[in-house]
T-cell receptor
Framework: DAKTTQPPSMDCAEGRAANLPCNHS???????VYWYRQIHSQGPQYIIH???NNETNEMASLIITEDRKSSTLILPHATLRDTAVYYC????????????FGQGTELSVKP | GAVVSQHPSWVICKSGTSVKIECRSL??????MFWYRQFPKQSLMLMAT?????????EQGVEKDKFLINHASLTLSTLTVTSAHPEDSSFYIC??????????????FGNGTRLTVT
């Protein structure tokens, strides 16, 4: 299983872009990178996912390096409500969508 | 968007009793659902994969006789914690994929069930 490495915590000023890095050096060619976040005492919320190309949606942008060994989640204008634990997960191929969570990055957005 | 509902959101039970937690996909059919457990200050730990119409697949170290999973329909999976003990107190979360659990379809999570065993 491709493991991910994320910094345990990060701070970001409100209104600024939050850039959350993730290393996944053992990722296989057909494995997707998924990002979720979890606000205290709630279920994880899907943010974005990608395979090779950069992706953008209404919540965030996902930048995947050309060798696919790392990625960055970008929240363009962080708000206080973006304070959460962010999980970068490499989905195991051909196992029904199973996701194995790592420790994630605790993002604190400060006023 | 795809919505997964869990019930109850919290439950308190006495040691030795059993507790059932329901997980429903409200606007899609889910042939596969996943059950996770999360202790305070820790990440989510996958317990088992629930397959509609067949037996669940448990992760290593998870007791299948203690955590009974039933997935009788395409929209409902249940997790029963049998003979609960205080160490089973945890946050239980289910998830399902609206895309048939393909590798290009995100899982959607319920809001979790906080179980406290006294």
């Amino acid at each position: 299983d491709a493991k991910t490495t994320q910094p345990p915590s990060m701070d970001c000023a409100e209104g600024r872009a939050a850039n959350l890095p993730c290393n996944h050096s053992t990722i296989s060619g057909n494995e997707y990178v998924y990002w979720y976040r979890q606000i205290h005492s709630q279920g994880p919320q899907y943010i974005i996912h990608g395979l090779k190309n950069n992706e953008t949606n209404e919540m965030a942008s996902l930048i995947i390096t050309e060798d696919r060994k790392s990625s960055t989640l970008i929240l363009p204008h962080a708000t206080l409500r973006d304070t959460a634990v962010y999980y970068c997960i490499v989905q195991i191929y051909n196992q029904g969508g199973k996701l194995i969570f790592g420790q994630g990055t605790e993002l604190s957005v400060k006023p | 968007g795809a919505v997964v509902s869990q019930h109850p959101s919290w439950v308190i039970c006495k040691s030795g009793t059993s507790v059932k937690i329901e997980c429903r996909s409200l606007d899609f059919q889910a042939t596969t659902m996943f059950w996770y457990r999360q202790f305070p200050k820790q990440s989510l730990m996958l317990m088992a994969t629930s397959n509609e119409g067949s037996k669940a697949t448990y992760e290593q170290g998870v007791e299948k006789d203690k955590f009974l999973i039933n997935h009788a329909s395409l929209t409902l999976s249940t997790l029963t914690v049998t003979s609960a003990h205080p160490e089973d107190s945890s946050f239980y979360i289910c998830s399902a994929s609206g895309g048939g659990a393909s590798y290009n379809s995100p899982l959607h999570f319920g809001n979790g069930t906080r179980l406290t065993v006294t």
